[in-house]
């Protein structure tokens, strides 16, 4: 046994537990909210050595996050304000905050620390900033300025901290593709899905079995971002429809502003009579299982992913999936999909064609995918994610 594994395989004696901060100052919404109360939910910390864990955040998010004896909650009003505001607040009060506090480990899990504490461990959960053919399709903006910065504040980050914490392969190696002297411990730790998501793989019918009072319902969930190509999946399925195909698109996600201009010209130029395609607009997360529930298949068309949580999501509902070929999507979906160049609306037709013309292959893939999707729990995540925190503590 070597010497790392005999520190994290003893029991820490009560004397020697450790505080644990959290610098969640730029945890907002999505993917990054619902980590922080999953694993908050259900960590015993003195299980991995620590008695108390400090968070900083914002108002919104620390109201979601559940009260736990262990847990204090700091809030301060320059976490509600912009980008500058947390960032001074990260750079000029974290570190004699979390200093005069007790902390002997700090946990960043928004990928960004200017704030000079150490030890501290971080995650990667934003891969546009590490593509450069990805931001490159925002073209001369504020949105692509702020990728590049981020890329190179990040990768500052990752070659200070302690600890990374990866949720897939495929970014990890995006990632020391940039960063080639990278020394920190790596973990690669992915999330889980909530239990509400998970559905038994439903009967699947022939194509001749719908019509246009029944149509074949696909859905799109996603941010409607350069990357995510909705123009290309518009395009595709109005291709089938035109075929006399019977089948409808239902698009949901907030939208970057000149994505959803596009997306607009899009369904105007494919769809000009509505009979096909519906965007909705954004969606609250508690609501997207009813969605995926009603519907017959799912589309993921993204270009660019660290992990894909709404992928994960999608699969454990026990729909068909025809998915992006591109970024981490195959090392998450594996052979459960119905596989496409998001580039490429002929690719999509043709993924989608195989998946309504087959409903055998539709119950294989979507029974596969399913059982993958356990794989993602919460639990595990949780336990993984403090046991990398301990070894980064204790050795």
């Not at 450069?132 to 890329?151: D, M, P, Q």
């Not at 409808?248 to 899009?266: E, F, P, R």
């Not at 519906?278 to 009603?294: A, L, S, T, V």
């Not at 002929?346 to 292959?361: A, G, K």
């Amino acid at each position: 046994m070597d010497k790392e594994a005999s520190v994290l395989d003893k029991t820490i004696d009560s004397s020697d537990m450790k505080v644990l901060g959290i610098d969640a100052s730029n945890i907002r919404a999505g993917g990054g909210v619902t980590h922080l109360v999953e694993v908050l939910k259900r960590v015993d910390p003195k299980v991995y050595g620590f008695h108390r864990i400090i968070i900083w955040s914002n108002r919104e998010t620390l109201q979601k996050i559940n009260e736990r004896d262990f847990l204090i909650k700091e809030y301060d009003s320059r976490l509600d304000g912009s980008l500058v505001d947390y960032v001074y607040w990260q750079r000029f009060v974290l570190k004699k905050t979390a200093s005069t506090m007790g902390c002997d480990l700090l946990f960043v899990p928004g990928g960004m620390d200017v704030s000079g504490f150490k030890p501290f461990v971080t995650m990667h959960r934003n891969l546009l900033p590490f593509e450069l053919t990805e931001i490159f399709r925002y073209k001369l903006s504020f949105r692509a300025l702020k990728f590049l910065v981020l890329g190179f504040v990040q990768s500052l980050t990752f070659k200070r901290s302690k600890g990374v914490i990866f949720l897939t392969e495929y970014a990890q190696n995006v990632v020391k593709r940039r960063i080639s002297d990278l020394s920190a411990h790596e973990v690669i730790i992915p999330h889980g899905v909530d239990k509400r998501f998970f559905k038994q793989p439903k009967i699947q019918y022939r194509i001749d079995s719908y019509n246009a009072q029944k149509p074949f319902k696909l859905i799109y969930i996603s941010t409607v971002e350069p990357y995510k190509h909705q123009w290309n999946v518009v395009d595709a399925v109005m291709r089938l429809f035109n075929r006399g195909i019977p089948v409808t698109l239902d698009l949901y996600g907030s939208s970057y502003k000149t994505s959803l201009k596009k997306l607009q010209l899009a369904i105007n130029k494919f769809d000009p009579t509505s009979s096909c395609v519906r965007y909705h607009g954004n969606i609250q997360h508690d609501n997207i299982h009813e969605k995926y529930f009603e519907s017959d298949a799912i589309i993921f068309a993204s270009s660019c992913e660290t992990f894909g949580q709404i992928l994960v999501e999608g699969m454990a509902t026990g729909l068909p999936i025809a998915c992006s070929n591109m970024s981490a999507m195959p090392e998450i979906l594996q052979d459960a999909g119905f596989y496409f160049n998001p580039l490429d609306p002929s690719s999509l037709e043709s993924s989608l064609t195989m998946l309504i013309n087959h409903p055998e292959l539709r119950i294989k893939r979507s029974s596969r995918s399913y059982q993958i999707a356990k794989n993602f729990s919460w639990k595990r995540c949780t336990d993984e994610t403090f046991k990398f925190l301990q070894k980064c503590t204790y050795s």
